[in-house]
């Protein structure tokens, strides 16, 4: 079975730092791009930050650019994010996501294995 | 990046057709087709349901169908069913590398 499990969500103060973990198993974690997607209580959805197979492609969110670093560990099947300066806009649940893309397509096209996500709260 | 513009909610009876629409710009939806819903049932996880446009993923039900023209996507469900009331999503990629998502449609089925 696909799955995807994220960690490392914690009620943080304003200005504050943490890391999120996510860890893959089920399918072949070097075939796939991995995003970060997130979605604050009641809200919609807001990409964050992918990062392609090799590591290779890191790109980020403009509301979140300069804050935050996104990093893979393939030995490990895991992706992490780290995100710094942390507002009480940046509280939502965040979603580690496998892409649909693989290594015979382009290398990301569009969100489809979920985990079902950590939950980050800033707040003072 | 701005949001794609989706409608706040739609409506429709069972065995009906209902359209969903989303519109972005030539930045986004305008120059790319990857653009890619999602159903999201409260509580639940998203589920992708098309890709590329028009791609269903295994599984996914041939009653979802999508469609682009210029900047404006579209998402039609025939033979609406009551496990379709949900809210659905939209997302394109844009070309600042990044994705962005649809603000969201609240599907009722009546």
């Known amino acids: 079975e696909v799955q995807l499990v994220e960690s490392g969500g914690v009620v943080v103060q304003p200005g504050g730092s943490l890391r999120l973990s996510c860890v893959a198993s089920?399918?072949?974690?070097?075939?796939?791009?991995i995003h970060w997607v997130r979605q604050a209580p009641g809200k919609g959805l807001e990409w964050v930050s992918l990062i392609s197979w090799d590591s290779g492609s890191t790109y980020y969110a403009d509301s979140l650019k300069g804050r935050i670093t996104i990093s893979r560990d393939n030995s490990k099947k895991s992706v992490s994010l780290e995100m710094n300066s942390l507002r009480p806009e940046d509280t939502a649940l965040y979603h580690c996501?496998?892409?649909?893309?693989?290594?015979?397509?382009?290398?990301?096209?569009?969100?489809?294995?979920w985990g079902q996500g950590t939950m980050v709260t800033v707040s003072s | 990046q701005s949001a794609l513009t989706q409608p706040a909610s739609v409506s429709g009876s069972p065995g009906q057709s209902i359209t969903i629409s989303c519109t972005g710009t030539?930045?986004?939806?305008?120059?790319?087709?990857?653009v890619s819903w999602y159903q999201q049932h409260p509580g639940k996880v998203p589920k992708l349901i098309l890709h590329?446009?028009?791609k269903r993923p295994s599984g996914v039900s041939n009653r979802f169908s999508g469609s682009k023209s210029g900047n404006t996507a579209s998402l039609t469900i025939s033979g609406l069913q009551t496990e379709d009331e949900a809210d659905y999503f939209c997302c394109s990629f844009a070309r600042s590398d990044t994705f962005v998502f649809g603000g969201g449609t609240k599907l009722t089925v009546l």
């Open positions: 089920g399918f072949t974690f070097t075939d796939y791009t």
């Open positions: 030539s930045s986004d939806l305008g120059s790319f087709s990857l």
């Open positions: 996501v496998k892409d649909i893309g693989d290594s015979t397509t382009l290398p990301w096209i569009a969100f489809h294995i």
């Open positions: 590329e446009v028009n």
